[in-house]
């Protein structure tokens, strides 16, 4: 028998919101005595840099605001979503059935708490089964001083609702970035709590005391996690799996610099995150071009518990995908900006380096990248690509970095090609390698299309999610306005992600599988260190869904299946 340094029933490896819901569940629902491990020295992940979305239909919130949804309603909606080459159907209806169930147990037992987010629609709203709001939830805004001495630990990156030092909420978001109506008042009030905050300025001058998105949701689970005592070991990372008699049995890891065999009685959950700041799996997998700076993921994750799988015998599935986003890199800062809503406002155009549109820059995020590796070619790239737009845009909605004037920017932006500027179309693209005379007849052919209301092109606008990020008040279409007033601008844009959405192949009860399809005894997996559920993204929170689920799911099995 194998000697060890520590042993716990069941040792969860990964802090964001898949472990931390798999290790609350284990405790509560399999009496289990569990440890937390995390590779980083703060806690979080990826989930905690996130907008904290989760896409769950029939959940309680939706039920309690009167929303009209089904089962048969989510089922045929994903069917007609998700390419059958890709679907797993019994993955799909495990899911529907057990992502309700796990909200409520989230909301009976812990401190979670989720408001629906009624007219945010599906990302593929015209397909049959669709639905308008009410089936994605993000969390309550909370304090970080609820944290106590843990604050230091909190992996406080910024979620991608930050404006400034100001967290907002989905739907504040949504109103001040593209500055609709009742902006100011949203402006005004975050300032005002902000810079009369005295007791919390004068020990923090960063991020606001209030947290809102995945920073609300990973500081409400922590707090659920610490009021059953379940420790959390950070620098901590998972080396290798221990396997015995074809059982996973516990980990290796390493700790304060030295090797650590820990045994696990009831089970192993591995909730580490994907591999997207593996440079090297990046171009074994993924489309080309790629790279680790352009994503928002944490910066941990490497791919080591798909690694570790992989040399027991796991069996892989979506590894040539992520989830995709274009992203800003700001050269001054550690990460990257997701740009969702600011290139679906009126206004703006997205082209690649010959000056053309390739895609409706309104349609959803994951979508949009999609298409942009699909057309990218060597002759014809369309990576990077620049998001263009006028001086009426610049001084109308709140871009970042653009809604500072050139003067208070850093000279570094538009030396090393971030941004550009120019009286005219063409001196704007000369300053930054586009074909000047593709750009201008872009845009002449863009403003016809915002006189008329449509687009001939890529029928930008027609859709309802297109509609969601566009500006109601700007007619007739809410997402086509004119690029006409000098000077012109740019923002270079990158094919970036929040993750990767490929690993463990998983079955109903979040065990991994082997090559034969057979569950690994002792194994279990959730998020994006598991071939993805919901792999073509159909709602916001089409990640963070899945990984709580299925890690309520393993727990709820090893509880089924393994006595303390």
Same mark, same amino acid.
């Given at each position: 028998?194998?000697?060890?340094?520590?042993?716990?029933?069941?040792?969860?490896?990964?802090?964001?919101?898949?472990?931390?819901?798999?290790?609350?569940?284990?405790?509560?629902?399999?009496?289990?005595?569990?440890?937390?491990?995390?590779?980083?020295?703060?806690?979080?992940?990826?989930?905690?840099?996130?907008?904290?979305?989760?896409?769950?239909?029939?959940?309680?919130?939706?039920?309690?605001?009167?929303?009209?949804?089904? #089962?048969?309603?989510? #089922?045929?909606?994903?069917?007609?979503?998700?390419?059958?080459?890709?679907?797993?159907?019994?993955?799909?209806?495990?899911?529907?059935?057990?992502?309700?169930?796990? /909200?409520?147990?989230?909301?009976?037992?812990?401190?979670? &708490?989720?408001?629906?987010?009624?007219?945010?629609?599906?990302?593929?709203?015209?397909?049959?089964?669709?639905?308008?709001?009410?089936?994605?939830?993000?969390?309550?805004? *909370?304090?970080?001083?609820?944290?106590?001495?843990?604050?230091?630990?909190?992996?406080?990156?910024?979620?991608?609702?930050?404006?400034?030092?100001?967290?907002?909420?989905?739907?504040?978001?949504?109103?001040? *970035?593209?500055?609709?109506?009742?902006?100011?008042?949203? %402006?005004?009030?975050?300032?005002?709590?902000?810079?009369?905050?005295?007791?919390?300025?004068?020990?923090?001058?960063?991020?606001?005391?209030?947290?809102?998105?995945?920073?609300?949701?990973?500081?409400?689970?922590?707090?659920?996690?610490?009021?059953?005592?379940?420790?959390?070991?950070?620098?901590?990372?998972?080396?290798?799996?221990?396997?015995?008699?074809?059982?996973? $049995?516990?980990?290796?890891?390493?700790?304060?610099?030295?090797?650590?065999?820990? &045994?696990?009685?009831?089970? /192993?959950?591995?909730?580490?995150?994907?591999?997207? %700041?593996?440079?090297?799996?990046?171009?074994?997998?993924?489309?080309?071009?790629?790279?680790?700076?352009?994503?928002?993921?944490?910066?941990?994750?490497?791919?080591?518990?798909?690694?570790?799988?992989?040399?027991?015998?796991?069996?892989?599935?979506? %590894?040539?995908?992520?989830?995709?986003?274009?992203?800003?890199?700001?050269?001054?800062?550690?990460?990257?900006?997701?740009?969702?809503?600011?290139?679906?406002?009126?206004?703006?155009?997205?082209?690649?380096?010959?000056?053309?549109?390739?895609?409706?820059?309104?349609?959803?995020?994951?979508?949009?990248?999609? =298409?942009?590796?699909?057309?990218?070619?060597? =002759?014809?790239?369309?990576?990077?690509?620049?998001?263009?737009?006028?001086?009426?845009?610049?001084?109308?909605?709140?871009?970042?970095?653009?809604?500072?004037?050139?003067?208070?920017?850093?000279?570094?932006?538009?030396?090393?090609? #971030?941004?550009?500027?120019?009286?005219? /179309?063409?001196?704007?693209?000369?300053?930054?390698?586009?074909?000047?005379?593709?750009?201008?007849?872009?845009?002449?052919?863009?403003?016809? #299309?915002?006189?008329?209301?449509?687009?001939?092109?890529?029928?930008?606008?027609?859709?309802?999610?297109?509609?969601?990020?566009?500006?109601?008040?700007?007619?007739?279409?809410?997402?086509?306005?004119?690029? $006409?007033?000098?000077?012109?601008?740019?923002?270079?844009?990158?094919?970036?992600?929040?993750?990767?959405?490929?690993?463990?192949?998983?079955?109903?009860?979040?065990?991994?599988?082997?090559?034969?399809?057979?569950?690994?005894?002792?194994?279990?997996?959730?998020?994006?260190?598991?071939?993805?559920?919901?792999?073509?993204?159909?709602?916001?929170?089409?990640?963070?869904?899945?990984? %709580?689920?299925?890690?309520? $799911?393993?727990? &709820?099995?090893?509880?089924?299946?393994?006595?303390?």
């Amino acid at each position: 028998m194998s000697s060890w340094d520590h042993e716990v029933d069941v040792l969860v490896v990964g802090s964001g919101n898949g472990a931390m819901t798999a290790a609350i569940a284990a405790k509560d629902l399999a009496d289990a005595d569990v440890l937390v491990i995390e590779k980083a020295d703060k806690f979080g992940g990826t989930s905690a840099l996130s907008g904290g979305g989760v896409w769950v239909p029939n959940n309680r919130y939706a039920k309690e605001a009167g929303m009209v949804d089904s #089962f048969d309603d989510a #089922f045929t909606y994903l069917k007609n979503t998700i390419p059958e080459d890709v679907a797993r159907e019994d993955m799909i209806e495990a899911y529907l059935k057990a992502a309700p169930e796990m /909200v409520d147990f989230l909301h009976n037992n812990t401190h979670m &708490r989720y408001v629906s987010l009624e007219k945010y629609p599906d990302y593929y709203s015209d397909l049959p089964g669709a639905k308008n709001g009410h089936r994605s939830m993000e969390p309550e805004y *909370i304090m970080l001083t609820e944290l106590g001495e843990d604050i230091d630990n909190f992996n406080d990156g910024g979620t991608m609702y930050m404006f400034y030092k100001f967290a907002l909420t989905q739907v504040e978001a949504q109103v001040l *970035i593209g500055r609709l109506k009742g902006w100011l008042k949203i %402006m005004g009030r975050m300032v005002l709590e902000y810079y009369t905050d005295f007791p919390w300025l004068l020990k923090r001058k960063g991020f606001s005391r209030k947290t809102t998105g995945g920073g609300a949701g990973i500081v409400r689970l922590f707090l659920s996690m610490r009021d059953r005592g379940i420790p959390l070991w950070l620098k901590s990372p998972m080396k290798e799996l221990v396997v015995e008699g074809g059982k996973v $049995v516990g980990v290796v890891i390493e700790k304060d610099g030295k090797p650590m065999r820990i &045994r696990a009685k009831r089970g /192993v959950i591995l909730a580490a995150g994907g591999f997207e %700041m593996n440079q090297q799996m990046r171009e074994q997998y993924l489309p080309k071009p790629t790279n680790t700076q352009w994503s928002a993921g944490c910066k941990t994750n490497t791919g080591d518990a798909i690694q570790a799988a992989e040399k027991i015998g796991a069996k892989l599935g979506l %590894m040539d995908n992520a989830w995709w986003c274009t992203t800003k890199v700001l050269p001054d800062r550690p990460y990257p900006f997701l740009s969702i809503i600011n290139k679906s406002l009126p206004g703006s155009i997205v082209v690649n380096s010959h000056g053309d549109r390739f895609s409706n820059e309104s349609q959803n995020y994951m979508a949009f990248l999609q =298409e942009t590796f699909a057309k990218h070619t060597d =002759e014809k790239p369309c990576v990077p690509m620049y998001m263009v737009f006028d001086e009426d845009f610049r001084k109308q909605r709140n871009v970042w970095p653009a809604v500072m004037p050139k003067s208070m920017l850093p000279d570094e932006y538009f030396s090393s090609g #971030f941004m550009g500027q120019g009286k005219t /179309v063409e001196e704007l693209a000369n300053n930054l390698g586009i074909d000047a005379k593709g750009l201008q007849q872009t845009v002449s052919r863009f403003n016809e #299309f915002a006189e008329t209301g449509k687009d001939l092109d890529f029928q930008r606008g027609d859709a309802a999610y297109d509609r969601y990020y566009g500006d109601p008040e700007n007619t007739p279409n809410p997402c086509l306005a004119k690029i $006409v007033k000098p000077p012109f601008h740019a923002i270079r844009l990158d094919a970036g992600d929040f993750g990767t959405q490929g690993g463990m192949m998983t079955n109903v009860n979040g065990q991994v599988c082997d090559e034969a399809g057979n569950p690994i005894a002792g194994l279990y997996a959730s998020g994006n260190c598991t071939a993805a559920v919901l792999p073509t993204y159909p709602g916001p929170g089409s990640t963070l869904g899945p990984a %709580m689920t299925f890690g309520y $799911v393993a727990a &709820r099995h090893i509880a089924n299946t393994t006595t303390k």
